[in-house]
C-alpha cells in the first residue's frame, strides 16, 4: 500500500520480526515471522495433522514389496503457497528496504500466524486431489493414486 | 489468645477465588480486632497447635487453616508477596513462612536465569536480535552476511505481502 494509506477497516495490525541463526557451514540464516501470539484464536478449527511414522513404515515396506521406486522430495517455503484466511497487516521494518514504514497486507500463510498450518494442508490437500490423488482411509495424511505398471498391472502410487 | 476453640473457618475458597484474590491489589484488609496481632489455636483432634490469623478481605475471611494452606499450595511465593503486600507478614499465620517462601523464590528465579541458555552467540558468532542488530554487526565485522541473509528470505517472503 501507499506510504500514509490506511488499512482496511476489517484488518488487524500484527508486529513482523525477523529470526536470525547460524547453520553448521557458518552460513548466516534469516527467516520473518509475524507475531500470530498476539492475534486472537481463529474462530474455524486450526488443526492440522501429519503423517504418521508407522504409515510411512507401511507405505515404504508395500513399495519395497511391490518392487516400486521411492523418491523423496522437499517443498520449500511451504507455507507461503497457501493463501491465508485471517486478515492482518504490519508496518513494513527497515528490512523491506524502500518499501520501510509502509503497510503491508499480509494475503500468504506466513510462518507464525495461527492458521497458517491449516492453511497449507488445506492448499495441499486440494492440489493432490486436483492430479487425483485421494487420501487413505486408514490414515489421511497418506495420500495414493490408482496407476497401471508398464507390464499392464494396476498398484497405486 | 484463642486457646483451645476451634474456629470454624467460614468455607474453603474455590481455586478462581484464591487467584482473585492473588491479583487483587486493590483488596481491602480488615484485621479482627478480636485476635490482635497473635492466634494460637489447640485443635483438641489433632492436638497441634496453630497459628492464627483473621482477616478479612473482599471476598471472604480468611480464618488460617484451609483457605490459607489452599493458597499457599496454589502458589506460595505470591501467596507470599500477596501477604507482604498488604503488611500481613507479622501476622501469626504468615510470620513463621513469609520471608522465608520469598528467599525461597528469589533463588528459584536465580537458578532458572542462570539455567536459561545465552542464545546470542552460536559458534562463537554474535546472532543479532533485530535488523538494525545485523546491520550494525556486518558493518563492525565489514561483512554484509547477515544482510545477504535478510535479502535472500525477503526475496522468498515477498510473495506473501
Given at each position: 500500500m501507499d506510504l500514509g494509506a490506511s488499512p482496511p477497516d476489517d484488518y488487524k495490525e500484527i508486529p513482523l520480526r525477523m529470526i536470525f541463526d547460524v547453520k553448521m557451514d557458518f552460513t548466516r540464516k534469516a527467516c520473518l515471522v509475524a507475531g500470530g501470539h498476539l492475534t486472537d484464536p481463529p474462530e474455524a478449527l486450526t488443526y492440522s495433522s501429519v503423517v504418521s511414522r508407522d504409515s510411512v513404515w507401511l507405505a515404504f515396506m508395500l513399495a519395497k514389496l511391490n518392487g516400486l521406486d521411492m523418491i523423496m522430495t522437499d517443498i520449500g517455503k511451504a507455507y507461503l503457497n497457501a493463501e491465508v484466511t485471517e486478515k492482518y497487516y504490519a508496518i513494513a521494518g527497515p528490512e523491506f528496504g524502500e518499501l520501510q514504514g509502509r503497510t503491508v497486507v499480509?494475503?500468504?500463510?506466513?510462518?507464525g500466524l495461527k492458521s497458517a498450518d491449516a492453511a497449507w494442508n488445506h492448499h495441499l490437500a486440494n492440489e493432490l486431489m486436483q492430479i487425483e490423488f485421494e487420501p487413505v482411509p486408514a490414515n489421511p495424511n497418506v495420500w495414493r493414486r490408482?496407476?497401471?505398471?508398464?507390464?499392464?498391472?494396476?498398484?497405486?502410487e | 489468645m484463642a486457646q483451645g476453640r476451634k474456629v470454624a473457618t467460614v468455607r474453603a475458597l474455590r481455586s478462581d477465588e484464591i487467584e482473585a484474590s492473588l491479583n487483587n491489589s486493590a483488596i481491602a484488609i480488615d484485621r479482627d480486632p478480636f485476635y490482635g496481632k497473635i492466634g494460637r489455636l489447640h485443635d483438641?483432634?489433632?492436638?497441634?497447635?496453630?497459628?492464627?490469623?483473621?482477616?478479612?478481605?473482599?471476598?471472604?475471611?480468611?480464618?488460617?487453616?484451609?483457605?490459607?494452606?489452599?493458597?499457599?499450595?496454589?502458589?506460595?511465593?505470591?501467596?507470599?508477596?500477596?501477604?507482604e503486600r498488604l503488611g500481613l507478614t507479622d501476622e501469626p499465620a504468615f510470620s513463621h513462612w513469609v520471608k522465608f517462601a520469598l528467599k525461597k523464590r528469589d533463588r528459584l528465579l536465580k537458578k532458572v536465569f542462570r539455567?536459561?541458555?545465552?542464545?546470542?552467540?552460536k559458534y562463537g558468532i554474535a546472532v543479532p536480535r533485530t535488523v538494525k542488530e545485523a546491520y550494525a554487526l556486518d558493518k563492525a565485522n565489514g561483512?554484509?552476511?547477515?544482510?545477504?541473509?535478510?535479502?535472500?528470505?525477503?526475496?522468498?517472503?515477498?510473495?506473501?505481502?
Open positions: 499480509i494475503v500468504r500463510a506466513l510462518y490408482a496407476h497401471v505398471k508398464s507390464d499392464g498391472t494396476n498398484y497405486y | 483438641e483432634e489433632t492436638a497441634r497447635v496453630q497459628r492464627i490469623s483473621r482477616v478479612s478481605t473482599g471476598i471472604c475471611r480468611l480464618d488460617l487453616d484451609e483457605t490459607l494452606t489452599a493458597m499457599k499450595e496454589m502458589n506460595m511465593p505470591r501467596c507470599a508477596e500477596y501477604a539455567r536459561k541458555r545465552s542464545n546470542r552467540f561483512n554484509d552476511s547477515w544482510a545477504k541473509a535478510i535479502k535472500k528470505e525477503m526475496s522468498n517472503v515477498m510473495i506473501a505481502f
